[in-house]
């Protein structure tokens, strides 16, 4: 019987482990299975650019996964049960049903944070789902000359968000609502950029201000503050889901997953995590951040991890690092901020176009690598361990 691997998510980190691992696995002894509500792969780092009415590549999965053996099963998860090594799911146009696995890597990613403020759920918009995104989309297009929109949120989804909007519908004016400094962890320098680029945009923002309530037509400031909005777009943080912890794996209090440093659930051993929804620490000793950095690496390592313990060779470590902060500001503009072995901002920043184009740059190479699964494909793929081989590196593992 061939070593069922189920792979959850088809994002970043899901749909590079799936493609790897089918590179390097013999089909001899493997079947792979990726599971993922859409039928195409979402480039979550352009989210904030098709919400803002840009064309993005969506490959469709099935187009992605083509001559590599691997299984598609579109589906929405809606349990994991470890114990029993199952997986339920909920189909499109059926009634769903249970996958068994013997290797299951969870790579859900995350999702927006409403955070508990009334009136987010039922009036904001947000860009980290291309349904959210496209619906923020529309909202735009029926906006008037003048139409008002509030960003609610500083960190880099909301800048992004912010500053494409500015640039790609000049006739309607943008807020960003700031908790606290605006570009807090950037360096002097980058935070003097990013400032001088929302006045060339023309983007209002608004420091040191709390969210309190958002409403049809307005957002509610904690100083009782009422700003207009046609489009208010939430960005004020990320979350998972609670599947993982209903589901009885070790996970933090916001229910991602305790892993090792080779990306395996510290309660359950036949289990991986990787990217948002895995809970890791850097070598640097802090936990890694939610990223798309953050997701090749914890990808990487996940697959090293598993191709290691299923045929018995030794399991390569991955670097766990954080590489600096790449912020597009728009099309023509952007940050690269450096940052040192803690991930704290270094004074030497890039600014500009030429700071754009390299952020252009690492989004495509994101998708191309993500893409092409078959590339590279090796000539002898690697069978599986013998039951006692795998017993006895099991032991030392």
Known sequence: MKHRIVILGAGYAGAYVAGTLARRLSPADTEITVVNAEPDFVQRLRLHQLAAGQEIDAPQLSEVFAGTGIRLRLARVTAVDPERQVV??????ADGGELGYDTLLYALGSHGDDRGVPGVAEHAFDVSARPSALRLRGRL???????????VGDGLTGIETATEIAESRPGVSVTLVARGELGAPLSAGARGHLRRACDRLGITVLEHTSVEAVEAARVLCADGTALPSDASVWTAGFTVAPIAAAGGLAVTE?????VDRTMRSVSHPNVYAAGDSAYAI????RPMLMSCASAGYTGRQATEAIVGR?????IGHVKL?????HISLGRQDGILQFVDHEARAKPKYMGGRKAARIKAGIVKMSLWATSHPTFGLPKRKHRLATASDASAEKAVA
């Open 88 to 93: 339920a799911v909920a189909d499109a146009d």
């Open 141 to 151: 297009d029926g906006l008037r000359e003048g139409g008002r929109v509030v960003v």
């Open 254 to 258: 916001n229910g991602r997953i305790v």
């Open 282 to 285: 850097g070598d640097n000793g």
């Open 310 to 314: 299923l045929t018995g060779s030794k």
């Open 321 to 325: 690092e954080y590489p600096g902060n």
